[in-house]
């Protein structure tokens, strides 16, 4: 059945629809230039975006942060009464509560903050971010067990805050026992970024601390990460303590290697690990001037790899590329030994070991004999006596520059199972 409207009922309809039209439109339109408007990120724009959708929270949270954040003319009481504005439009948002928390904080009305902060945790009680904002207020407010439990929290959501969290504690508690106890959980990955801003900041004692307490907790470390930790100790001369660090932390490396059997003060002395960082470890780069340096699973003395040095031949290099921070005790007597293969390495300057060592404000060092040409795998061997004074000694895989006319080195050297041994184990020499 079809019906047939009136002509009266078809302009009617006409002018319903173009009304709707227009209404749809304005608002579109107004919703358009307000969203234009914040794209300003400016005062005016923020301020013409809450004009044109005075019902849109949002517009009205962004208003306030920024007069409260204006670095040129901050308006903490316009900030006010736009947060004000925006969470009664809409009093679920957490973001809103944190800052108007602050602006009723920063303005001294300490009640009204603690009862936005409390609400903000009403309506987010798994929020790290309210129970860390929180906890800081507690701690400017000197309630400090309570500070301490809402941080712990919040580190428990978010591990990353453990070592903000310690060093703002620190502030105001300074026990660090006291801190580690009551505000930073035992979360591994917390306890490591606490270790690393205090061996930034040369606070070794206490890293020592951290890390006695990090190492009985489950989790893993990354190589670059323990190699920040011990070149510390290295340039604080602690010999003692880096190697207990390295023996320690490198057992918690991904994939750790068996500690030498041999009783080798030397870690990873065949490469196993492919460590190239530094710290208590081997460090080298990939090319290093004329030479290319990279681990070879083909060519090895024992073991999964050895180290490979490739020579390009353009330079009559002097060359100490790949070298390895070494604990030793004062005055002990050690035994250096390594294997190397050469293959068409040209000149009479091969490569050879180094053993550097400074004490006393005086710096020594020793070499090996070098090979060149063609040798199978050959032990390269030297005893060695550490100076009086001397916590450590720098092994370097050299090659002293030629003397030729032609001393420009070309051709491939591999090294592997390099060790430093006590001739009297140190527990005993001790």
């Known amino acids: 059945m079809t019906f047939a409207l009136s002509t009266a009922a078809r302009r009617g309809l006409l002018l319903v629809s173009a009304g709707v039209f227009i209404f749809l439109a304005y608002f579109s339109t107004r919703a358009a230039r307000a969203a234009h408007a914040v794209g300003l990120n400016s005062r005016s724009g923020y301020e013409q975006a809450a004009r044109l959708e005075p019902g849109n929270a949002r517009y009205w949270y962004l ?77 400017r407010q000197n309630e400090i067990p309570q500070a301490f439990a809402e941080i712990r929290r919040a580190i428990e959501l978010d591990p990353k805050r453990g070592a903000e969290a310690f060093s703002r504690c620190r502030r105001v508690v300074s026990d660090p026992n006291e801190v580690l106890d009551k505000a930073i959980p035992p979360i591994f990955e917390s306890y490591l970024d606490i270790l690393f801003d205090l061996a930034r900041e040369n606070q070794l004692d206490l890293a020592l601390q951290v ?24 340039q604080n001369d ?29 870690w990873d002395g065949g490469f196993e690990s492919g460590f190239s960082y530094g710290g208590m470890g081997w460090q080298f780069e990939p090319q290093i001037q004329s030479v290319q340096i990279a681990l070879d699973k083909q ?62 404000g005086k710096g020594s060092a020793v070499y090996t004999t070098e090979l060149h040409g063609d040798q199978p795998w050959t032990n390269v061997t030297l005893p060695w006596t550490a100076p009086l004074g001397s916590p450590f000694v720098r ?29 009297v184990p140190e527990h005993q020499a001790r």
Not at 92 to 112: H, P
């Open 238 to 266: 602690r010999g003692e303590d880096a190697a207990l660090f390295w023996r320690q932390a490198s057992q918690k490396l991904p994939n750790p290697i068996p500690l030498d059997s041999s009783g080798s003060v030397l």
């Open 63 to 139: 208003l306030g942060r920024f007069y409260q954040y204006d670095f040129d003319q901050p308006d903490s009481a316009a900030a006010l009464r736009a947060f004000l504005a925006s969470r009664s439009l809409d009093p679920l948002s957490a973001d809103t509560l944190l800052d108007l928390a602050t602006n009723y904080d920063e303005a001294g009305k300490i009640s009204d903050a603690r009862a936005a902060y409390l609400e903000a945790k009403r309506v987010y009680p798994l929020s790290a971010e309210v129970l860390w904002r929180y906890g800081n207020f507690l701690l």
């Open 299 to 360: 060519e090895k003395h024992s073991g999964e790899q050895s180290l490979r040095l490739m020579f390009t031949g353009r330079t009559n290099i002097s060359f100490s590329g790949v070298c390895h921070w070494v604990p030793v005790a004062s005055g002990g007597a050690y035994q250096f030994s390594a294997w190397v293969k050469t293959k068409s390495l040209t000149t009479e300057q091969g490569v050879r070991f180094s053993l550097f060592s400074y004490a006393n």
């Open 395 to 423: 092994v370097c895989v050299a090659r002293s520059p030629s003397e030729l006319a032609d001393g420009d080195i070309q051709g491939t050297a591999w090294i592997d199972d390099v060790s430093l041994t006590p001739l």
């Open 211 to 234: 890390w006695h307490r990090a190492n009985s907790l489950p989790g893993t470390v990354r190589p670059q990460e323990i190699a920040v930790v011990a070149s510390a100790f290295v």
